[in-house]
C-alpha cells in the first residue's frame, strides 16, 4: 500500500512535521562537527567547496536571516561571522544561534533558512569527513546528540 502524503486524520501536522525536520537536521549537522579535529577546521575537500569553518560561519548567517526575514528585516547577507577557533566552539555558536532563530523564526523562514540548509550543509559536512577521516561513521548523523 503506498502512503499517501496529504493530510489525513491522525497524520501529523504541517507544524509537527516542521518541528521534526528541524530536530532531525540540526542534530545531522552538529554531527557532522562533532568530534571534528581542530587540525581540519579549515580543510576543504575540494578547492571549491566550503571549509568546517566557512559552512558554520554560512550556517550562522542562514540563522541570522531566519531572524532578520522573520521580524521584517532584509538580512545583509555575508555579515554574520563566528568567532569560533574550534569545531566545539563552532557546534557552540551555531546551535545558539539556531536555537535563538527557531525561536521566532516563521515557519516558511524555518524551512529555507534553517532545515533546508542544515541538511544541504550535512551532506557536504559528510563529505568532507570521510575525506579527511576515511574510517569515521558517516550514519553517526543518525544518533540523537539529545
Not at 489525513?8 to 512535521?17: D, F, I, Y
Amino acid at each position: 500500500m503506498t502512503r499517501r502524503l496529504a493530510y489525513t486524520e491522525g497524520a501529523m501536522s504541517h507544524s509537527a512535521l516542521l518541528a521534526h525536520l528541524l530536530k532531525a537536521s540540526g542534530n545531522q549537522i552538529l554531527q557532522t562537527f562533532n568530534g571534528l579535529a581542530d587540525a581540519h577546521f579549515d580543510t576543504k575537500p575540494l578547492p571549491v567547496a566550503m571549509s568546517p569553518r566557512e559552512t558554520a560561519e554560512h550556517l550562522c548567517d542562514c540563522y541570522q536571516a531566519a531572524i532578520d526575514v522573520s521580524e521584517g528585516r532584509e538580512h545583509p547577507w555575508g555579515t554574520t561571522k563566528l568567532s569560533a577557533q574550534t569545531p566545539a566552539q563552532a557546534m557552540q555558536e551555531m546551535k545558539a544561534l539556531r536555537d535563538a532563530a527557531i525561536a521566532v523564526a516563521s515557519e516558511e523562514a524555518a524551512m529555507d533558512y534553517i532545515a533546508l540548509h542544515d541538511a544541504y550543509h550535512a551532506g557536504q559536512m559528510v563529505t568532507l569527513r570521510l575525506t579527511v577521516e576515511p574510517d569515521w561513521n558517516a550514519y553517526a548523523i543518525y544518533d540523537d546528540l539529545g
